[in-house]
């Protein structure tokens, strides 16, 4: 069992950096691959970033390429989430997630673990 709690979120102008964070309970944190997805309203979960369970390999979805970093310590059990030159159109709740590095990282049924969600308004 893992549990992850995240935090950061906020409302920031467009053009604006938040950094969200995601603390991670449990056992063997550094088995899970970990990653973020977001859903914004009316619309469906859809998949931000992931990184190796040792943080070297790091994927994102295309439209946040450039403006979004992953990165995890697994000494502090924690993953984070740089995110810079946001838009309005990134506005959404962001979840953190933990699952098998053997599941497609990019689907939502690729994660086990989801923590509550943390929202993040980018106004115009």
């Known amino acids: 069992q893992v549990q992850l709690v995240e935090s950061g979120g906020g409302l920031v102008q467009a053009g604006g950096s938040l950094r969200l964070s995601c603390a991670a309970s449990g056992r063997s944190f550094g088995n899970y691959r970990m990653g973020w997805f977001r859903q914004a309203p009316g619309e469906e979960r859809e998949f931000v970033a992931a990184?190796?369970?040792?943080?070297?390999?790091?994927y994102y979805a295309d439209s946040m390429k450039g403006r979004f970093t992953i990165s995890r310590d697994n000494a502090k059990n924690a993953i984070y989430l740089q995110m810079n030159s946001l838009k309005p159109e990134d506005t959404a709740v962001y979840y953190c997630?933990?699952?098998?590095?053997?599941?497609?990282?990019?689907?939502?049924?690729?994660?086990?673990?989801w923590g509550q969600g943390t929202q993040v308004t980018v106004s115009s």
């Open positions: 997630v933990a699952g098998s590095p053997s599941r497609n990282l990019r689907s939502l049924h690729g994660y086990d673990y």
């Open positions: 990184v190796s369970t040792g943080g070297t390999s790091k």
